[in-house]
């Protein structure tokens, strides 16, 4: 195990395609603290971000000969996933929240509604931000995903998404633009006013 540490992902895959758990470990261990806080970032609920890295890796070992390595890394694939499954896993809390609505109110929904409005602003920016990536395109959050949250340059990126790297340039400025806009309109719902707290810019 030790000396499979300083091998390539690309060589640890062969591997694992051939059904080798070991191999898989060495990737499960390289790997996880990355996917477990882009998660994070979006969850903001560590036991939830678990549940996804769990089923990423899942998906990782069950679709194991269709995984797409980029410069001998799995990551930007793991990262691909990642979104995907938080996708769904969003949709699926949306359903829940809807049946929330349909349920009487509890008695002390008035005390629920104060403690709401004490709650930190900065709060509800960051709850606005992950809203408006959660509405993003599946194509527009992998390119935010890739080049501005890993920092992945166009070439790396492109590889990892199947299109050119002009193509990806084009589809990052519209994927800001849309975050953008996606933001304030989710900030205006949530408070009026709040909007233009930050400023973010859209151009």
């Known amino acids: 195990m030790g000396e499979e540490l300083g091998v390539s992902d ?35 609920i560590p036991h939830l971000a678990e549940d996804v890295v769990a089923m990423v ?4 070992w069950r679709r194991r000969t269709n995984v797409r390595m980029v410069n001998d890394s799995i990551l930007p694939w793991l990262l691909i996933t990642t979104n995907n499954t938080l996708r769904n896993h969003v949709r699926q809390q949306r359903r829940y929240r809807h049946f929330l609505t ?13 403690g709401i409005a004490q709650a930190d602003e900065s709060q509800l ?21 890739l080049c501005v949250v890993e920092g992945m340059g166009a070439k790396e990126a492109g590889a990892a998404l199947g299109i050119a790297d002009g193509t ?21 719902e949530k408070e009026p006013d709040a909007q233009t707290t930050l400023g973010w810019r859209t151009s």
């Open 10 to 44: 690309e060589v640890l895959w062969h591997q694992v395609v051939n059904g080798d758990g070991d191999a898989f470990g060495v990737l499960f261990d390289r790997h996880y603290d990355r996917v477990r806080r882009h998660a994070l970032k979006v969850l903001r």
């Open 57 to 60: 890796f899942y998906e990782a």
């Open 102 to 114: 349909q349920l009487p109110p509890p008695e002390d929904s008035a005390d629920i509604a104060e």
């Open 125 to 145: 920016q960051a709850s606005a931000l992950r809203e408006a990536f959660a509405q993003l395109r599946p194509p527009e959050r992998d390119v935010l995903t």
């Open 168 to 188: 990806v340039k084009s589809r990052l400025h519209r994927a800001k633009s849309r975050l953008g806009s996606l933001y304030n309109q989710v900030m205006h």
